[in-house]
């Protein structure tokens, strides 16, 4: 069974803050990603990266960096939080590859910045 | 770009009953998936298609490449069946694209 975690679920912080948002996948998986879900919208994809070391901007990159140090662990960094990135952030993985592959995603952390 | 229409936005059902979902795409997909976001905001994995017709329980799913659309019948609609659901899809590698979602309503 696919495996993607994250913490923490919720975070509260102030327009500025510095946020670390962590995700962990064990399905021995070449991509990660990170989404933003937003009501009445799908999913935007932020960044991705297809394996250690590795980042990829996504279609919403902006205020957000980051940074994949472990096949298994992919983090997102918001260096200066703004109130319009408050959103349900969703991590997930993939086995990647020349076709769409079946994404598995984490149970998604709630960021409020005040 | 590639995008994703996603309909009915909103639809209520009473519980034994059925409707479907539909999700028309603007370019030929390799791949669909289909989604529910449940109370506690997890999004949790119904469907995977690269072609043809899925079942699982109440669930059908169906995606037609060359028509460039996927649908998700639901049956026998129950309260645990509310939430958002999602397609997302795929022209090959990393890139998919969302629908906008469905939320749906089940009451007694």
């Known amino acids: 069974e696919a495996a993607v975690t994250q913490s923490p679920r919720n975070k509260v912080t102030v327009t500025g803050g510095n946020v670390t948002l962590s995700c962990r996948q064990t399905?021995?998986?070449?991509?990660m990603y990170w989404y933003r879900q937003d009501t009445g919208h799908g999913l935007r994809l932020i960044h991705y990266?297809?394996?250690?070391?590795?980042?990829q901007i996504g279609d919403v990159p902006d205020g957000y960096k980051a940074t994949r140090t472990t096949q298994e662990d992919f983090f997102l960094l918001l260096e200066l939080a703004s109130p319009s990135q408050t959103s349900l952030y969703f991590c997930?993985?993939?086995?990647?590859?020349?076709?769409?592959?079946?994404?598995?995603f984490g149970p998604g952390t709630r960021l409020t910045v005040l | 770009g590639d995008q994703v229409e996603q309909s009915p936005s909103a639809l209520s059902l009473h519980e034994g009953t059925g409707s479907a979902l539909r999700c028309n795409f603007t370019?030929?997909?390799?791949?669909v998936q289909w989604f529910r976001k449940n109370s506690r905001g997890s999004l949790i994995n119904l469907f995977y298609?690269?072609?043809g017709t899925k079942e699982n329980g109440r669930l059908k799913s169906a995606f037609d490449s060359k028509e460039r659309y996927s649908t998700l019948h639901i049956r026998d609609a129950q309260l645990e069946d509310s939430g958002t659901y999602f397609c997302?899809?795929?022209?090959?590698?990393?890139?998919?694209?969302f629908g906008s979602g469905t939320r749906l309503l089940v009451s007694p």
């Open positions: 997930a993985s993939s086995l990647g590859g020349a076709d769409y592959a079946e994404q598995f």
């Open positions: 399905n021995s998986h070449n991509y």
């Open positions: 990266s297809y394996g250690a070391g590795n980042l």
């Open positions: 370019t030929t997909m390799r791949a």
């Open positions: 298609l690269a072609s």
């Open positions: 997302a899809a795929g022209t090959g590698g990393y890139k998919v694209v």
